[in-house]
């Protein structure tokens, strides 16, 4: 499977801290992507990295891309209560079909408290 | 823009019932999917579209069905609902190779 595996399941600090999340897959990929979710809500996606990018930066957000390790690192700087939620890493491989579709890992889920 | 749309939000079945949900989008985009949410285990891919009139497998196709015959609607069916589809389901619309923009969710029960 090229599912995307996170790293912590579960993950609590204090507000203003940074939080640092991991992902690891298994095959090749075209891109990356960091997604989150609002508990019962859907996803809203953050942050896209293409496979020869190695690092890219979004507001308080910075992702991290290794290919050569399959793995990539989410960290939200400066945390607020308002970060509370799910964040999924999601790999995205072509098909010659034109499909372009994602696998997506089981979340950390983040609590940041005020 | 209303973005992603799902309809129902919540729907309660009984084992053998049909149903059908429909997904529609305002961003004219090519690529629609279809996902299910089960605890524990993130999203799987249920069926895609990459056009309108194609459909295709994802990963857990087993027991639902889809159509695409308009560019901005994205059926998914159950034609025969069973206790282990009992999930949230969501649906999902791209450009080619970019983010996906995801609805806000169906959530099903099978009794």
């Known amino acids: 499977s090229q599912q995307g595996e996170e790293d912590p399941q579960a993950l609590s600090i204090q507000e203003g801290e940074n939080a640092t999340m991991n992902c690891s897959y298994k095959?090749?990929?075209?891109?990356l992507q960091w997604y989150r979710q609002n508990s019962g809500r859907g996803l809203v996606h953050l942050i896209l990295?293409?496979?020869?990018?190695r690092e890219k930066h979004s507001g308080r957000l910075r992702v991290t891309l290794d290919t050569s390790k399959k793995s990539s690192s989410l960290l939200i700087t400066a945390s607020r209560a308002a970060d509370t939620a799910s964040y999924f890493c999601?790999?995205?491989?072509?098909?010659?079909?034109?499909?372009?579709?994602?696998?997506f890992g089981t979340g950390t889920r983040l609590t940041v408290i005020p | 823009n209303a973005g992603v749309t799902q309809t129902p939000k919540f729907r309660v079945l009984k084992t053998g019932q049909s149903m059908t949900l429909l997904c529609a989008q305002d961003?004219?985009?090519?690529?629609m999917y279809w996902y299910r949410q089960d605890p524990g285990m993130g999203l799987r891919l249920i069926h895609y579209?990459?056009?309108?009139?194609?459909?295709a497998k994802g990963e857990v196709p087993d027991g639902y069905n889809v159509s695409r015959l308009k560019k901005q609607n994205f059926l998914l069916g159950l034609e025969s609902a069973a206790p282990s589809q009992t999930s949230v389901y969501f649906c999902?619309?791209?450009?080619?190779?970019?983010?996906?923009?995801f609805g806000p969710g169906t959530r099903l029960t099978v009794l």
């Open positions: 999902a619309s791209s450009t080619w190779g970019n983010e996906q923009f």
């Open positions: 095959t090749s990929i075209n891109n």
């Open positions: 999601a790999t995205a491989r072509y098909y010659q079909t034109g499909a372009n579709n994602l696998f």
């Open positions: 961003m004219n985009h090519e690529y």
């Open positions: 579209s990459v056009g309108e009139g194609t459909t």
């Open positions: 990295i293409r496979s020869n990018e």
